[in-house]
């Protein structure tokens, strides 16, 4: 995808001289064939491919043959100049595609991604890109790209940056022990260059396979990022440059590899079932298939696929396809995010291909070629070094500004006086007057990540669970004098309410322990759960049977997108039924709505009083509570509703008081939670008969 440019063919749109000696055309058809791959599955299918596998492999090869060839001819490897020279190269069409995708989020991505894509825009000019969203846990398998990042396609460029810097490394160090294995061993063929190149990349591929084999299984989404779980692809790229001259097959056995490897490559993402497997053994399927193409080479055979690869279409798409790999995947998100689709048409796709290889041409013929003529930059290394410089200097300076204008709006919003925002108070029967309109909302959208009820840390002594499903228990800072221990259980709508239950704990001196998993009611063994789920749930139930606190507070019912819009849990009073057995008390409060839209994007993109973001209340929650039918049926369960603090006169707003009241699309924010502290605490406390005394909103 990128560093195939050594040998590739006259860029598009200059006139075809003799071809550089060594030049393989069919590597250039297929990694044409490989970026169509990319293209194709991602626009239709939501798939893997297998393609950037194959860009991968390419790409080692290209650069193993050129350093190679260069050591075996006594030549200086040069490699400060060599990077100069890649980068140079490489940065200005990232800074187009960049400045290109910023300028659209600016446009049309609610003002709550900007941060992300800011963040993004600094990781994929310093080839980092993959790591951040290794560390962001981002599902590269979701079906709906319409919410991803336009700079999510980075990753692989990011890796290929890095390897770009470490595989010149160890051709430098094989060059630097050579003479001196030979000195000590002059008759050995085994320390000539190739042999010690064998034996490193070798050991690259044998070492990095083994850990993308292990870290695939153990943590997926990570892996998939990680580039140490890709080293063993470009390896084999270079183990495959090395072998070349060794690999002879026969006209017929040419024309058999190559078919095989192109039907292999392009079945890869169909017939086997490679999403969460990637990259682990299962890459071995794309990056053979291509390794097979290229053995079997130019067959001058009538019959076989190199002339199919040698082309002039698909050479063509080879020649724009590094710039055509840049703007697939934006042109992609914002049409969905624009059209409001989740997966396009036939149609719509074969657009979105065409605009992308119209960009994709643009970009290479008014910016990459410009840059490959320009011999400038190539007289000193300091020149090309002031390119570089200024190429990041184009991104930078709008990034940072950017930047500090978020920072300042966010600081502007986060100083507002408390009465502008009273947020859930607004909706007390003693609130008097209405929130003042002239109030910014609250909080800034560059601070909505940070909108998840706080923790203060790992459970700690007596409170560490023994079973390792519960490794993540997290507890409260526990009061000087307990006066009562209490147990969260559930998933994120538990989780969200320690935005008012923390601080009423703290205030009355409650120890507080949380057992919480994503998408996991607490209720007792059902089908209608995961497996995961539900061996969750019963060793939370054994933490809580064994430590005895004095409560357990729970959601107790369950909120739905599509009708029937909210429903009891399955299992819940079975569930906790041997907890009120053993006198533990259990508090129950109703779960929040649910939506099938990003309610504060809603409010950003079309303003609070859109009737968008105001959901009819019979479409968020049930006309008649589930709690109600719990009533009675179980002695020390306790029931809160707070509802009535969420939606008001049949409407289930987006922003209440100046605060929105959730964070996407069915958690509500922190900031919303904690102003509704005082109502939350009257109304536990009136449920359960525990004496205290009231807490401030935060």
């Known amino acids: 995808m990128m560093e195939a440019r050594r040998t ?121 890109q993959n790591w951040q969203l290794a560390d962001a846990a981002v599902d590269y398998y979701a079906q709906d ?170 050479v063509f798409v080879g020649d724009n396809s590094y710039a055509l790999y840049l703007w697939h995947w934006p042109v992609l998100v914002f049409f969905l995010l624009i059209s409001g689709t989740t997966t396009p048409n036939l149609l719509q796709g074969l657009g979105i291909m065409a605009a992308s290889m119209l960009l994709a041409i643009a970009t290479t013929k008014y910016v990459e070629v410009p840059m490959r003529r320009w011999e400038w930059p190539d007289v000193r290394s300091w020149r090309a070094a002031v390119v570089i410089a200024s190429c990041g200097a184009l991104l930078a300076l709008p990034v940072t500004a950017w930047q500090g204008a978020i920072a300042s709006e966010s600081a502007a919003i986060a100083g507002q006086p408390k009465e502008l ?29 940070d909108e998840w009820a706080d923790i203060d840390g790992l459970c700690t002594g007596d409170n560490v669970p023994t079973d390792p499903l519960l490794e993540g228990c997290l507890q409260n800072d526990e009061p000087e004098e307990v006066t009562k221990e209490i147990v969260v259980l559930g998933d994120s709508h538990a989780q969200q309410y320690m935005a008012a239950l923390g601080p009423i704990a703290k205030q009355h001196g409650w120890e507080v322990v949380t057992l919480l998993k994503g998408s996991c009611r607490f209720g007792a063994e059902s089908p209608e759960r995961t497996d995961e789920c539900n061996e969750f749930n019963k060793a939370s139930a054994a933490y809580v049977m064994e430590h005895k606190p004095d409560a357990v507070f729970t959601v107790a019912s369950l909120t739905h997108v599509t009708e029937p819009f909210e429903t009891e849990v399955p299992g819940y009073l079975e569930g906790i039924q041997p907890f009120t057995d053993a006198g533990i008390d259990v508090v129950g409060v109703r779960d929040n709505p649910r939506f099938s839209i990003n309610m504060p994007e809603c409010v950003q993109k079309k303003g609070p009083d859109s009737p968008d973001c ?28 707070m509802s009535d603090f969420i939606c008001e006169q049949g409407t289930c707003p987006a922003v209440v008081g100046n605060v929105y009241v959730y964070k996407d699309d069915n958690h509500l924010t922190k900031t919303y939670v904690q102003s509704m502290i005082p109502m939350f605490e009257e109304r536990l406390l009136a449920a359960t008969g525990w004496s205290g005394r009231q807490v401030a909103p935060q």
């Not at 050591?71 to 890649?86: A, C, D, I, T």
């Not at 183990?239 to 490897?261: D, E, M, N, Q």
């Not at 009819?616 to 109600?628: G, M, V």
């Open 8 to 128: 590739a063919p006259a860029p598009a749109g200059e006139k075809r001289t003799t071809p550089k000696p060594g030049f393989r055309p069919e590597v250039q058809g297929l990694r044409a064939l490989a970026v169509l791959m990319v293209a194709a599955y991602h626009i239709w299918l939501g798939r893997v491919s297998g393609g950037v596998d194959v860009f991968l492999l390419i790409s080692a090869f290209l650069l193993t043959l050129s350093f190679t060839r260069k050591l075996e001819n006594r030549r200086p490897l040069r490699l400060l100049k060599h990077w100069l020279h890649v980068f140079k190269r490489l940065l200005p069409a990232v800074v187009v595609v960049l400045l290109g995708v910023l300028t659209a989020t600016w446009v049309f991505i609610p003002q709550s991604r900007w941060p992300d894509v800011l963040a993004e825009a600094w990781a994929s000019l310093f080839y980092r």
């Open 145 to 314: 790209h319409s919410g991803a990042s336009p700079l999510q396609h980075f990753w692989s460029l990011s890796v290929q940056g890095q390897v770009f810097i470490l595989w010149p490394l160890i051709f430098a160090a094989v060059a630097l022990l050579q003479p001196r294995l030979a000195k000590v061993f002059p008759r050995r063929k085994a320390v000539a260059h190739r042999p010690l190149l064998f034996m490193a990349f070798g050991a690259v591929f044998v070492a990095s396979l083994v850990f993308s084999i292990e870290q695939t299984a153990s943590n997926q989404g990570y892996a998939y990022f990680d580039t140490r779980t890709r080293l063993w692809e470009f390896a084999l790229g270079s183990l495959l440059a090395l072998a070349l001259p060794y690999l002879k097959p026969g006209p017929r056995l040419r024309v058999l590899l190559g078919w095989a490897g192109i039907v292999a490559m392009l079945a890869c993402g169909l017939v086997l079932t490679v999403d969460r497997s990637f990259p682990g053994f299962i890459a071995l399927w794309p990056t053979l298939a291509a390794a097979a193409v290229i053995i079997a080479g130019q067959s001058n055979s009538r019959c076989g696929v190199d002339r199919i690869l040698c082309s002039r279409p698909l």
């Open 421 to 449: 925002t009273p947020g859930a108070a607004a909706l007390s029967p003693e609130f008097v007057g209405e929130p003042t309109q002239e109030a910014m909302i609250i909080p800034a959208p560059a601070a909505m990540k």
């Open 614 to 641: 105001n959901a009819p209340l019979e479409q968020s929650l049930a006309a008649s509570s589930p709690l109600d039918d719990y009533i009675g049926k179980i002695d020390r369960l306790y029931l809160m509703d």
